[in-house]
T-cell receptor
Framework: DSGVTQTPKHLITATGQRVTLRCSPRSGDLSVYWYQQSLDQGLQFLIQYYNGEERAKGNILERFSAQQFPDLHSELNLSSLELGDSALYFC????????????FGPGTRLLVL | GQQLNQSPQSMFIQEGEDVSMNCTSSSIFNTWLWYKQDPGEGPVLLIALYKAGELTSNGRLTAQFGITRKDSFLNISASIPSDVGIYFCAGQLTSGTYKYIFGTGTRLKVLA
């Protein structure tokens, strides 16, 4: 158990809908990272937050957004969902922002029908 | 954008054999991480490397941070069935955003 929690574990929705994925980092970690993993693909970095502020952006679509709250949990919002958005979404956390090891949550499996 | 080439893509080995995999890039990294991912689970950190030339072991696993800072290697000795899974390397860039780039993974299957 990495100490990072994600909810829900599974999510099934329809195209055009909007969903919110939630992540709670390990106790003491200030950074949260979001990744997308499509079938048989590697991990694609989406976005990073540090202590409530956006720190780095990766290949995140404009339909996706994220935020980190004062209690350091983070939410990833996916809107106008398309079939191709079906994937595993992982959250990871680390203590700081540089040269820090990231610990991953169990992921949320999203299926868009 | 930056890419990490991870090889091999997949491999079947006999139980007891040693395994080697590597990641290479045209970019320079200041940190290398190796993760293992079981089906339906999140990646679990195996080894972290922070200095060029560093050689670090974790049980039967040994990883090295390449001298050029553009590559890293992971070796598994005397493989066992529970080594099955996907192994990912991740490199942290030296410049800009410090984000991690992940390799595409090596899928390992161990034949008992």
């Amino acid at each position: 158990d990495s100490g990072v929690t994600q909810t829900p574990k599974h999510l099934i929705t329809a195209t055009g809908q909007r969903v919110t994925l939630r992540c709670s980092p390990r106790s003491g970690d200030l950074s949260v990272y979001w990744y997308q993993q499509s079938l048989d693909q590697g991990l694609q970095f989406l976005i990073q937050y540090y202590n409530g502020e956006e720190r780095a952006k990766g290949n995140i679509l404009e339909r996706f957004s994220a935020q980190q709250f004062p209690d350091l949990h983070s939410e990833l919002n996916l809107s106008s969902l398309e079939l191709g958005d079906s994937a595993l979404y992982f959250c990871a956390s680390s203590v700081g922002t540089t040269k820090e090891t990231q610990y991953f949550g169990p992921g949320t499996r999203l299926l868009v029908l | 954008g930056q890419q990490l080439n991870q090889s091999p893509q997949s491999m079947f080995i006999q139980e007891g054999e040693d395994v080697s995999m590597n990641c290479t890039s045209s970019s320079i990294f200041n940190t290398w991480l190796w993760y293992k991912q079981d089906p339906g689970e999140g990646p679990v950190l195996l080894i972290a490397l922070y200095k060029a030339g560093e050689l670090t072991s974790n049980g039967r696993l040994t990883a090295q941070f390449g001298i050029t800072r553009k590559d890293s290697f992971l070796n598994i000795s005397a493989s066992i069935p529970s080594d099955v899974g996907i192994y990912f390397c991740a490199g942290q860039l030296t410049s800009g955003t410090y984000k991690y780039i992940f390799g595409t993974g090596t899928r390992l299957k161990v034949l008992a």
